[in-house]
């Protein structure tokens, strides 16, 4: 499957934006989705999940509360919602997805993910 991360931009504190993952290639609703996010000098981190389903979903602690992740299967999309964005959510935002069986539909580690999209770069103004 074929990943293209997009809505990036820059936004001041406080404000929102809504990145998109659209997939093309095998059939988008056997995987489960994350997002994560790479600070300038910081190592790629985790930042949300959702199942194939999109009845579940999980947040790391910094973004929960403020950052929302759904999917819309027929549109082969998800989305990551971020709203009250902070300067310190400054980053490059990458879409992963993962075939997950009958384990979990999420993993905070990289390696935990089959294919990657590029990166949309979100830059929050203070």
């Known amino acids: 499957v074929q990943l293209q991360a997009s809505g990036g931009g820059l936004v001041q504190a406080g404000g929102s934006l809504r990145l998109s993952c659209a997939a093309s290639?095998?059939?988008?609703?056997?995987?489960?989705v994350g997002w994560f996010r790479q600070a300038p000098g910081k190592e790629r981190e985790f930042a949300a999940a959702?199942?194939?389903?999109?009845?579940?979903?999980y947040y790391t602690n910094s973004v929960k509360g403020r950052f929302t992740i759904s999917r819309d299967n027929a549109k082969n999309t998800v989305y990551l919602r971020m709203n009250s964005l902070k300067p310190e959510d400054t980053a490059v935002y990458y879409c992963?997805?993962?075939?997950?069986?009958?384990?979990?539909?999420?993993?905070?580690?990289?390696?935990?993910?089959?294919?990657w999209g590029q990166g949309t770069l979100v830059t929050v103004s203070s």
């Open positions: 959702i199942s194939w389903s999109g009845v579940s979903t």
């Open positions: 992963a997805a993962r075939t997950y069986g009958s384990g979990s539909y999420y993993s905070e580690a990289m390696q935990g993910y089959d294919y």
């Open positions: 290639g095998r059939t988008f609703s056997n995987y489960g």
